[in-house]
């Protein structure tokens, strides 16, 4: 397994920008899942997909966010409009039926100033 | 998912055996225990996890009490690259299951 990959590592943004991210799971993986993480917190659950459904939302997940995977592959999350309070490490995990152990990628550092 | 508890801090020397305890005193049947950790501004890497029984890979070992309701991280050697912290979650089944995250243990591992 080369490992779950996430595009970019970094990103700086002015507020009110729209911001896209990247996140390749690991090959025949076909459940991806999406975290975020504040500094001093664990990481917390966004949304989950299977294969291109998206079957799970959290509340975190404000109409600003939208997240995809089209293709059952890779998947995108995108932020419009940000705000300074969306800064924080965005993480994607995949996993595969039936074990469902998660592996995690390196995160995407979003700052919003 | 049941909740879980674990000391804020720990600290161990290196070459020395780290234990990491956590608590999860309401954990049903079918649900697992698993265990993350996470360095500085990585993201978190899949150490273990088991059900009932004691596991073990070549990362660490995991002790699960035959009640289940608390169980021990082990690293046998610890490292100064073993410095992060530890989370320990009880996720349902192998079914699809978000992971609930706590606060986790701080290990620092000293020379």
């Known amino acids: 397994d080369t490992g779950v990959s996430q595009d970019p590592r970094h990103k700086i943004t002015k507020r009110g920008q729209n911001v896209t991210f990247r996140c390749d799971p690991i090959?025949?993986?076909?459940?991806l899942y999406w975290y975020r993480q504040t500094l001093g917190q664990g990481p917390e659950f966004l949304t989950y997909?299977?294969?291109?459904?998206?079957?799970?939302k959290s509340r975190l997940l404000s109409d600003r966010f939208s997240a995809e995977r089209p293709k059952g592959s890779f998947s995108t999350l995108e932020i419009q409009r940000t705000e300074q309070g969306d800064s924080a490490m965005y993480l994607c995990?995949?996993?595969?039926?039936?074990?469902?152990?998660?592996?995690f990628g390196p995160g995407t550092r979003l700052t919003v100033l | 998912d049941a909740k879980t508890t674990q000391p804020p801090s720990m600290d161990c020397a290196e070459g020395r055996a780290a234990n990491l305890p956590c608590n999860h005193s309401?954990?049903?049947?079918?649900?697992?225990v698993y265990w993350y950790r996470q360095i500085h501004s990585q993201g978190p890497q899949y150490i273990i996890h088991?059900?009932?029984n004691n596991e073990t890979n070549e990362m660490a070992s995991l002790i699960i009490t035959e009640d289940r309701k608390s169980s021990t991280l082990i690293l046998p050697h610890a490292t100064l690259r073993d410095t992060a912290v530890y989370y320990c979650?009880?996720?349902?089944?192998?079914?699809?299951?978000?992971?609930?995250f706590g606060q986790g243990t701080i290990l620092t591992v000293h020379p």
């Open positions: 995990a995949s996993s595969r039926v039936p074990t469902d152990t998660q592996y």
């Open positions: 090959s025949e993986h076909n459940r």
């Open positions: 997909f299977q294969n291109e459904a998206q079957l799970e």
């Open positions: 309401t954990i049903s049947g079918n649900e697992y």
């Open positions: 088991g059900l009932k």
């Open positions: 979650i009880v996720k349902g089944g192998t079914s699809y299951g978000k992971l609930t």
